[in-house]
């Protein structure tokens, strides 16, 4: 099955960075678009990142755009969240995920279970 496990999340002052990763399991990894996701506390879950396949495509929300950068190692079976000047805003709990549509529909299938991102002002 479909396995997604996050790590990397805590606790960062505004200005800070993080470096999220995902390890990926039961899918095809190399062959899927992957994702990053937040929820904030009492927000609708939101797209922040995503990377094609292999890595050569990527996509940002306009709110993360030149702050956080999205990468991959196929060979891990892993995906990264690289979170430059952090901001308070960026407090979420964040969720890798999984696509398996083509490139043209952002759309998620499986999601981890998410990993606390918080930052104090």
């Known amino acids: 099955q479909v396995q997604l496990v996050e790590s990397g999340g805590g606790l960062v002052q505004a200005g800070g960075s993080l470096r999220l990763s995902c390890a990926a399991s039961g899918f095809a990894f190399s062959m899927n678009t992957m994702g990053w996701l937040r929820q904030a506390p009492g927000k609708e879950r939101e797209f922040v990142a995503r990377i094609s396949s292999g890595g050569k495509s990527t996509q940002y929300a306009d709110s993360v755009k030149g702050r956080f950068t999205i990468s991959r190692d196929n060979a891990k079976n892993t995906v990264y969240l690289q979170m430059n000047n952090l901001k308070p805003e960026d407090t979420a709990v964040y969720y890798c995920?999984?696509?398996?549509?083509?490139?043209?529909?952002?759309?998620?299938?499986?999601w981890g279970q998410g990993i606390q991102v918080t930052v104090s002002s």
């Open positions: 995920a999984v696509s398996i549509t083509a490139w043209a529909r952002n759309e998620f299938r499986y």
